[in-house]
C-alpha cells in the first residue's frame, strides 16, 4: 500500500497536476473571498468570516476531485498496467486504500495554503482575533472529511471503466447527488415527516453539523461509512477484473 500511495504522489507532483489543482481552487475560492464583489467577499461585507472559503470549496471540490481520482484506475486499464499490479502479490483492499489515500492528502495539501485566509482574516478582525475559531475549525475538519468522501467515490468510478473522461463526470455527478440530493429529495410530500431523516443521507447535513464546530460522533461515523462502503465497491471492482 505504502508504495502506491508513493507511486500515485510522485505522479501528483512530478506533473502538472497537483500543482493546477491546487492553484485552480485557491484562485476561486481567492476571487469570491477577496476579489469577486457581493455577499461572500470579506471587504465588501467588513465581516471577519471565513464563511465563502467553506461555503464554495465542497462545490469546487466536486470537479476538482474527481479530476485527480479519473485516471487513477481508469487509465491503468486502458494502458493494460492494471493487470500486472493485480498479478502481484498485494491486497486488493490496499491497491484501492494506496489510491484513495494519495488523493485524500493532495486535498489535504491543498488546503494547507488557505490558512493564509485564516490568517488574514484573523488579523483584520476587529477587534483582531474576533473570528470564530472554533467553527473555523470545524469547518476545516469538515472539508477534510468531504475531501475524503468525494476522493473515496472518484476512486470507486475510476475502477468502474477505462474511459478517464467517464469517470470524472460519473465522479462529478455521483458526488452531487450525494451531496445535496438527498435535501432535494427531502422537499418531496411523499416523505412528510420523515423528511428530516432524508436529508440525513446527505453529505451536506453532517458537513454543516460539523462546520458548527461541534465534533458528533455521527457524522464522524458516516464520513467514515461513506469511504468505508465507497473502497469497499473499488474492491469489488477490482475483484472481477482479477477474476
Known amino acids: 500500500m505504502g508504495a502506491i500511495f508513493l507511486k500515485e504522489v510522485a505522479v501528483f507532483f512530478g506533473t502538472l497536476t497537483g500543482y493546477v489543482v491546487g ?60 493487470e500486472q499490479l493485480l498479478g502481484k502479490p498485494v491486497r486488493l483492499i490496499e491497491i484501492a486504500t494506496g489510491k484513495f489515500l494519495a488523493a485524500w492528502m493532495l486535498v489535504v495539501l491543498i488546503l494547507i495554503p488557505t490558512l493564509v485566509f485564516f490568517w488574514s482574516v484573523y488579523s483584520l478582525g476587529a477587534p483582531r ?15 477534510l472529511l468531504l475531501g475524503g468522501g468525494y476522493a473515496a467515490i472518484g476512486i470507486l468510478c475510476s475502477s468502474l471503466s477505462r474511459n478517464a473522461i467517464f469517470a470524472f463526470v460519473l465522479a462529478a455527478l455521483l458526488s452531487l447527488f450525494i451531496y445535496q440530493g438527498f435535501a432535494q429529495l ?58
Do not use: C
Not at 474576533?130 to 470545524?138: F, L, N, P, Q
Open 23 to 82: 492553484a485552480v481552487f485557491l484562485l476561486l475560492v481567492g476571487l469570491g473571498m477577496w476579489v469577486l464583489p457581493g455577499g461572500g467577499n470579506v471587504l465588501d461585507t467588513g465581516q471577519a468570516t471565513l464563511d465563502t472559503l467553506f461555503q464554495w470549496a465542497p462545490w469546487v471540490f466536486l470537479f476538482l476531485v474527481p479530476g485527480v481520482t479519473m485516471r487513477m484506475l481508469a487509465e491503468e486499464r486502458r494502458e493494460g498496467t492494471l
Open 129 to 143: 482575533g474576533s473570528v470564530d475559531v472554533g467553527a473555523s475549525w470545524g469547518s476545516y475538519l469538515g472539508l
Open 186 to 243: 427531502s422537499l418531496l410530500p411523499v416523505f412528510g415527516r420523515y423528511s428530516y431523516l432524508v436529508a440525513r443521507l446527505g453529505v451536506e447535513e453532517h458537513y454543516h453539523s460539523i462546520s458548527r464546530g461541534v465534533v458528533d460522533s455521527r457524522d464522524l461515523l458516516y464520513f467514515a461509512s461513506i469511504i468505508a462502503l465507497a473502497l469497499a465497491g473499488t474492491v469489488v471492482s477490482l475483484r472481477k477484473r482479477r477474476g
